[in-house]
């Protein structure tokens, strides 16, 4: 006799849990009181345990959690120590989309947020915060530990110190880090280590995108701005795109932006790096110095200062002969470096490069609010940016205005009719409605045209952050009609009264950008 088995194989899947942890207090304490504060909350969900018993306390993380600030927007929390090491992966979110939400302040004595998970490879989600008044030895604002992965969206770093390098941001080396939307400003590096703003230690991919990074020092050396260092395999990059560089001073090389060391490749695209300054007098490259492998594309460099020399340093300093021009690129002074940037408007290569006889003044306005979530530099009437650019289906600018949109006064030399740098400047026809996205739905306004106010919905499969705005036809934002985390299904905004002309809501998430058109009627 024999027996025959049927054996059932049952594939089992790990699924990632995780729990939702709810702060209710701007307290800074860790006690059963019935509260759960911001640093009972990193405990809980690094721990997976309760802060407490009583009810309102803290629940107990499970896995990749996500810590929602509760409390009312616009408050602050200040804090008593440094809080606790964040070492699993997690998302934290203020109770607005936006940075001004929620505040967390380190009255100028504790590091705020320490992501470190000890070699754990984890990955730590920051949205819609403030971070301010931070102090330490590296990374005053935010230090993310060795091989840890970071996503920052909608925060500003502002006024924070270290006593040794990134004053705002420190991520440590063989992670993956990407900033959307951050601004990061007023900070202060004061040792060695430099960058008054971020410290990239490399290893990993890195991404700045539609960000500003302004007014931040570098007091004894490295970069005023942002810093990055390619010193050891494994290989890195580093892409700046659609951003703003502005203002910032360093002592050291790279008064905007700095690579050094030769194991990685920058990439900057349609950014602007303009107004920055040298205070030694033995630093290159005011705007940006790099030692290894640079791309260059659409991007304004002009305008920075140097100490040394006469002006040869005041923009660029290029290493080893490895830079790459995409075009669209304005240099202001070319100094030492003509084989990689010829003078000419434009040149052979499509760039418009001047001279320390003859620098180029890209013509743009001081920074400032021109739409979007920070400050920006908006080209003047006749800057040399305008259609000057070299972005074939660039979904936006910084500030998140379309592109490619022709100013039929200006020659399009790079056949693309976008600007160059950060911002588009003069558009003058809104007439393209971005295609729909998978998930995402925005109705036509009704009525349309409209002699006043019209209604208009939209939809979406999953939750998440979105911005509806109103464009004017230059592409500035004249009103926000929608702003922050919405639910899945349907919703509805109304347009405020406009002046009559034509004008683009556009709806930001996520997965993506969709937009109509509106006409306004007398």
């Known amino acids: 006799m024999s027996l025959r088995y049927a054996v059932l194989t049952l594939l089992v899947v790990s699924v990632p849990t995780s729990a939702q942890i709810v702060v209710n207090s701007t307290a800074d304490v860790a006690a059963d009181d019935g509260q759960c504060t911001l640093r009972e909350a990193i405990t809980a969900a690094s721990d997976d345990a309760a802060s407490g018993a009583s009810a309102g306390e803290c629940a107990a993380g499970d896995g990749e959690d996500l810590v929602q600030i509760g409390i009312a927007p616009g408050s602050s929390i200040t804090l008593t120590a440094d809080l606790p090491r964040a070492w699993e ?52 604002g935010i230090l993310v530990g060795f091989q840890d992965n970071c996503v920052f ?38 040792g060695a280590s430099g960058a008054g703003g971020i410290r990239i230690s490399g290893g990993g991919d890195f991404v700045i995108r539609n960000s500003t990074i302004a007014n931040n020092r570098a007091t004894a050396t490295g970069s005023g701005g942002i810093l990055v260092g390619f010193f050891s395999p494994p290989e890195g990059t580093f892409l700046l795109e659609q951003s703003t560089v502005s203002g910032n001073t360093a002592a050291g090389s790279g008064g905007g932006v700095s690579e050094i060391g030769a194991n990685g490749t920058t990439t900057i695209r349609a950014s602007t790096i303009v107004d920055n300054h040298i205070t030694g007098t033995s630093g290159a490259g005011g705007g940006l110095s790099m030692n290894w492998a640079v791309v260059l594309e659409s991007t304004v460099i002009a305008g920075n200062t140097a100490e040394r020399g006469s002006g040869e ?66 080209p003047m009437a006749n800057s040399l940016v305008i259609d000057a650019g070299v972005c074939p289906g660039s979904p936006a600018d910084q500030r998140g205005s379309i592109r490619e949109i022709d100013d039929p006064s200006f020659i399009n030399f790079n056949g693309d009719a976008c600007d160059s740098g950060a911002v588009e400047g003069r558009t003058f026809v809104v007439d393209t409605e971005r295609a729909p996205i998978a998930g995402v739905t925005l109705s036509a306004p009704a009525p349309n045209p409209s002699r006043g106010t019209a209604r208009l919905g939209y939809a979406l499969d999953a939750p998440g952050a979105v911005r509806l705005s109103v464009l004017d036809v230059r592409g500035r934002e004249v009103a926000v009609l929608a702003e922050g985390l919405r639910q899945a299904g349907n919703h509805e905004a109304a347009l405020p009264s406009l002046a009559p002309g034509v004008y683009l809501v556009r709806l930001g998430t996520e997965a993506g950008v969709v937009s109509r058109r509106v006409t306004v009627v007398r």
Request: glycine share 18%; proline share 4%; charged share 15%.
């Open 89 to 140: 992966t997690w998302t934290l979110e203020g109770p607005t989309g936006s940075a001004d939400g929620v505040t967390i302040d380190g009255g100028g004595q504790f590091r705020i947020f320490e992501l470190d998970s000890n070699n754990l490879q984890q990955t730590h989600t920051l949205r819609g915060l403030t971070v301010t008044g931070g102090l330490a030895n590296a990374g005053g």
């Open 153 to 190: 969206e909608d925060i500003a770093v502002v006024s924070n110190v270290s006593t040794n390098g990134a004053g705002g941001i420190y991520t440590g080396r063989e992670g993956n880090c990407s900033m959307n939307r951050v601004y990061v400003a007023d900070n202060e590096a004061q």
């Open 313 to 378: 340093w005041d923009d660029i300093s290029l290493g080893n002969n490895n830079t790459t021009s995409n075009g669209g690129n304005i240099i202001g002074i070319n100094g030492f470096f003509s084989r990689e940037f010829p003078v000419g408007t434009p040149n052979a290569n499509g760039d418009f490069v001047g001279e320390e006889a003859g620098p180029l003044d890209p013509r743009l306005e001081p920074l400032a609010q021109n739409g979007g979530p920070y400050a920006t530099h908006l």
